[in-house]
């Protein structure tokens, strides 16, 4: 929620979450076609959302971490058009619209902030469709890096190193790339010092020089 909200505001907010459930490792939280009935906020873990093609291909849609929010797909059809899987061990704050709703009525701010959400994850969408429609497979795996890097800086974490929860294959499926170019990127990234990649483990060496393979000038 905004930094400014009153501390009494907050405490009240806690009154949204109907239940917090425990997420094991490749469990779903709600399946597509299911009935949209609420948001879900990451508290600890990682999740990813994915699809399932005509073909029986899955298409990742979305990875989300500790403080983001999720399920904003069944809104407009009242069902879900992806599934949710538990990348690891995760907790899951579950927000029923109905409540969110009711709270809004109350508190502006909620439905503000709520908006600014759903914004955020339009714009995300567009920005994945951006990346896989005008880049090229080094821009991608930059600009996914960077992308992560930020997540993790808004959320008070290191923007320098991160753990991977996800596997090669499903960067692969959420980028639109072979595991196989996935893999190679990475490394060539490492040889080139932008990065040092230990498996899971990445810390990223170079920010400008990763700003600079997806066209964005060197930060002041």
């Avoid at 905004?2 to 779903?28: C, H, T």
């Avoid at 960077?146 to 008070?156: I, K, M, P, V, W």
């Amino acid at each position: 929620m905004p930094a400014e909200a009153a501390s009494d505001f907050i405490k009240k907010l806690d009154e949204l979450v109907y239940v917090r459930r425990r997420l094991k490792a490749g469990n779903s939280l709600y399946h597509s076609g299911d009935r949209f009935q609420a948001l879900y906020a990451v508290k600890t873990g990682f999740i990813k959302t994915e699809s399932l093609h005509d073909d029986g291909r899955v298409q990742i849609t979305g990875f989300y971490m500790a403080g983001e929010i999720f399920g904003f797909d069944g809104i407009a059809t009242e069902e879900h058009m992806s599934t949710s899987v538990a990348l690891e061990d995760s907790e899951i704050c579950i927000i029923p619209l109905d409540r969110v709703k009711n709270f809004s009525r109350e508190f502006s701010q909620v439905q503000n902030h709520f908006f600014k959400l759903m914004s955020r994850e339009i714009v995300r969408d567009h920005t994945i469709m951006m990346l896989l429609g005008s880049m090229q497979g080094e821009e991608r795996i930059a600009a996914f890096m960077l992308n992560l890097s930020q997540r993790f800086y808004a959320r008070g974490y290191s923007p320098f190193n991160i753990v991977l929860r996800m596997k090669r294959e499903e960067i692969g499926s959420y980028l639109g790339m072979k595991v196989e170019t996935v893999s190679r990127i990475f490394t060539k990234f490492q040889d080139q010092k932008l990065l040092s990649v230990h498996q899971k483990n990445i810390r990223i060496l170079d920010v400008e020089g990763l700003r600079k393979r997806i066209g964005q000038h060197p930060s002041k």
